[in-house]
């Protein structure tokens, strides 16, 4: 258990549908990164959150979007699904937001039918 | 913008043999960089980083790095391969500020008997 939690583990939506994904960073990591994981695309970085507030985006659609509450676990929201977004989304935590290693959680694969 | 390349999508080894993954990174100022494992279903796991100390650099499981800046390069090697190390490796970089990690596309690892 590494642990940063992130559930659910397995969700599968159709298209057109919205879900939510959400995270909780290890105890006292004030930092919280999306990444998503797909065949054809590898890791992409998605967003980072420090604190509650968003300190940079990666290659995040527009129909994808994120906040980090005040108990600082963050939800990713992802909208008008469509297939492509099937993949592995990672959280990552880190204590202040310095890149000197995340620590990350088991994923949620979502598949979209 | 920073880049890592992986080189060999797959690389197969005996076990007890030694296992290099290579990896190189582009990067116009001194990076960061890390090498994560990824295990079936799991999330990414550190196994050692480099963050501008001592160029050679231990990890876990008997895995070590060389950053070599001339040939910008930070290839992983582990002088005896055990079946459990089958798994997919991934290099990243980070540089100065950036906070988030630029993966490689990852080398997956088999370890045959």
């Known amino acids: 258990d590494s642990g940063v939690t992130q559930t659910p583990k397995h969700l599968i939506t159709a298209t057109g549908q919205r879900v939510t994904l959400r995270c909780s960073p290890r105890s006292g990591d004030l930092s919280v990164y999306w990444y998503q994981q797909s065949l054809d695309q590898g890791l992409q970085f998605l967003i980072h959150y420090y604190n509650g507030e968003e300190r940079a985006k990666g290659n995040i659609l527009e129909r994808f979007s994120a906040q980090q509450f005040p108990d600082l676990h963050s939800e990713l929201n992802l909208s008008s699904l469509e297939l492509g977004d099937s993949a592995l989304y990672f959280c990552?935590?880190?204590?202040?937001?310095?890149?000197?290693?995340?620590?990350f959680g088991s994923g949620t694969r979502l598949t979209v039918v | 913008a920073q880049s890592v390349t992986q080189l060999g999508s797959h690389v197969s080894v005996s076990e007890g043999a030694l296992v290099l993954l290579r990896c190189n990174y582009s990067?116009?100022?001194?990076?960061?960089l890390f090498w994560y494992v990824q295990y079936p279903n799991q999330g990414l796991q550190l196994l050692l980083k480099y963050t501008s100390a001592a160029t050679l650099v231990k990890g876990i499981n008997d895995f070590e790095a060389e950053f070599k800046k001339s040939e910008t390069s930070f290839h992983l090697t582990k002088p005896s391969a055990h079946m459990s190390d089958a798994a997919e490796y991934f290099c990243a970089v980070s540089v100065g500020s950036a906070r988030q990690l630029t993966f490689g596309s990852g080398t997956q690892l088999t370890v045959l008997p």
């Open positions: 990067s116009s100022v001194p990076p960061y």
């Open positions: 990552a935590s880190n204590p202040d937001g310095t890149t000197t290693g995340y620590t």
